[in-house]
């Protein structure tokens, strides 16, 4: 899904950084939501749309892979941060960004770990929700 359009009303360039796209991966024991490009104001509203359809669907386990945002704000930030309040008790949620990202100096610069179990890949991402110990 591209939400991207230039103010002209034309399809953005396939490879413009700022071009957005998100998808719904469902795994073994996880539901991964994908984001690549800008998550901002303008954005978001996919990202959440995503994450309440997850909710609704009784997700438990759930994996924000965020190793393509080129850009997070503040919204965005809250975004993910209010998927874990909508995860069932025993419910449990991981976010990937990649280490030398912007997303990850946002991620830090707001001390998102004391909240969030981050991790830089999705494998390991995936491996810790679906871990019968994970916390």
């Known amino acids: 899904m591209s939400l991207t359009q230039h103010h002209s009303g034309a399809p953005a360039p396939a490879d413009d950084s700022h071009d957005f796209r998100l998808s ?3 795994q ?3 539901s991964v939501i994908a984001v690549a490009g800008e998550l901002d104001l303008t954005t ?3 990202l959440r749309g995503a994450l309440s359809g997850a ?3 009784g997700v438990s386990r759930l994996v924000i892979d965020l190793t393509e945002v080129s850009f ?3 919204v965005g930030v809250g975004a993910v941060l209010h998927a874990k309040r909508r995860l069932p008790a025993d419910g449990r949620l991981a976010v990937v960004v990649a280490t030398a990202s912007y ?3 946002i991620f830090d610069a707001v001390g ?3 909240f969030l179990s981050i991790f830089d890949t999705r494998e390991a991402a ?6 019968d110990d994970a916390a």
């Open 24 to 26: 719904m991966e469902p």
């Open 28 to 30: 073994d024991d996880a």
């Open 44 to 46: 978001v509203p996919a």
């Open 55 to 57: 909710a609704e669907r």
């Open 72 to 74: 997070i704000d503040s």
């Open 103 to 105: 997303a990850n100096v």
């Open 112 to 114: 998102a770990e004391a």
């Open 126 to 131: 995936v491996g810790h929700v679906a871990a």
